[in-house]
Structure formats: structure tokens, C-alpha cells
């Protein structure tokens, strides 16, 4: 089992930044690759980013190539979303995930095992 808590979500205006945080505890972090996905009102789930269980590779949707970044800090059991030139299209809850181990750096929810609570971000024009 796998416990996940996001945090870094809130209301920024459109150009800004924000820093997503996912933390981990219960079995190794290390051993999961990870993804980040959203969901605005009345939408599916959206992939983001994915990052491997070393940090070596990652995978991300094109909306949002080039303006947000995922890392990893496996000491400190935690995975980021680095958000950069936020637009209002980008307003969503924001979940991180723990991919189930058959996979490797999917963009489906099906492929990811234990999900967080998931983090508001609201970027207003």
C-alpha cells in the first residue's frame, strides 16, 4: 500500500507559477514510477507528466511540454509538478499516482495503482 498526499495547489493569475508536491509513505517510494494527471468539472482524468522510479526518464502530454516539469527526490520520498505559464486552461484538480508496476511511464489512469486526494489549481485571466 502506497499513501499519497499532494500539496502546492491554490489560485494564481495566468502567466504565474506554481510548484505541486506529492508526498509518499508506506511501501518504497523508489520502486514506483510516478505520474501526475487532472481533472477539471466535467472532464476525464488528463495525463500530465510521468517520471520513472530513478528519475532518468519522463514522459509528458504535449499541452503541457516545454511549461511544467516532474522530478523526484526518492530521500525525501516526494515527486514534483513545476508549473510555469499557467492559463486558465490549466485549472484543475491535480492528482499524483504511483504506477502499478506492469507499466512504465503510461498515460492512462488504469495503468497508475494508488492515487492521492488530489490539489486545487485555479489560474484566473
Known amino acids: 500500500q502506497v499513501q499519497l498526499v499532494e500539496s502546492g495547489g491554490g489560485l494564481v493569475q495566468a502567466g504565474g507559477s506554481l510548484r505541486l508536491s506529492c508526498a509518499a509513505s508506506?511501501?518504497?517510494?523508489?520502486?514506483?514510477?510516478m505520474g501526475w494527471f487532472r481533472q477539471a468539472p466535467g472532464k476525464e482524468r488528463e495525463f500530465i507528466a510521468a517520471i520513472s522510479w530513478s528519475g532518468g526518464r519522463t514522459n509528458y502530454a504535449d499541452t503541457v511540454k516545454g511549461r511544467f516539469t516532474i522530478s523526484r527526490d526518492n530521500a525525501k520520498n516526494t515527486v514534483y509538478l513545476q508549473m510555469n505559464s499557467l492559463q486558465p486552461e490549466d485549472t484543475a484538480a491535480y492528482y499524483c499516482?504511483?504506477?502499478?508496476?506492469?507499466?512504465?511511464?503510461?498515460?492512462?489512469?488504469?495503468?497508475?495503482?494508488?492515487w492521492g486526494q488530489g490539489t486545487q489549481v485555479t489560474v484566473s485571466s
Open positions: 508506506g511501501r518504497t517510494f523508489s520502486n514506483y514510477d
Open positions: 499516482a504511483a504506477e502499478s508496476s506492469v507499466y512504465s511511464l503510461g498515460t492512462r489512469p488504469y495503468e497508475y495503482h494508488y
